[in-house]
């Protein structure tokens, strides 16, 4: 089973930028939907981008212009670029790997704190 570990995560000012990174233990960037998530303190967590095998992107409303989902399908890894950083982004960040149109594989997080 695959294995993904985030990392990147830390505490910054709101305005300022963060990229996370997801690496993935076995090949399965550009061939699975990959995903990142965020569980803020007391909320369920939601899903904040998508990325699928052939680069189309999907979006939370909240971060629509200021993050965006890359992958790399050479080295196997997915980033999570997050400018404008506001302190409601403050979460655990997930990255997840879908498999049979199930969300099959998830990392332990990275903690994101954004300070006003």
């Known amino acids: 089973q695959v294995q993904l570990v985030e990392s990147g995560g830390g505490l910054v000012q709101a305005g300022e930028s963060l990229r996370l990174s997801c690496t993935a233990s076995i090949r399965i960037v550009g061939l699975n939907n990959m995903g990142w998530f965020r569980r803020a303190p007391g909320k369920q967590r939601e899903s904040v981008a998508i990325i699928t095998p052939g680069g189309s992107t999907v979006y939370a409303d909240s971060v629509k212009g200021r993050f965006t989902i890359s992958g790399d399908n050479a080295k196997n890894m997915v980033y999570l670029q997050m400018n404008s950083l506001k302190p409601e982004d403050t979460a655990v960040y997930y990255c997840?790997?879908?498999?049979?149109?199930?969300?099959?594989?998830w990392g332990r997080g990275t903690q994101v704190t954004v300070s006003s």
């Open positions: 997840a790997a879908m498999d049979s149109s199930v969300w099959s594989a």
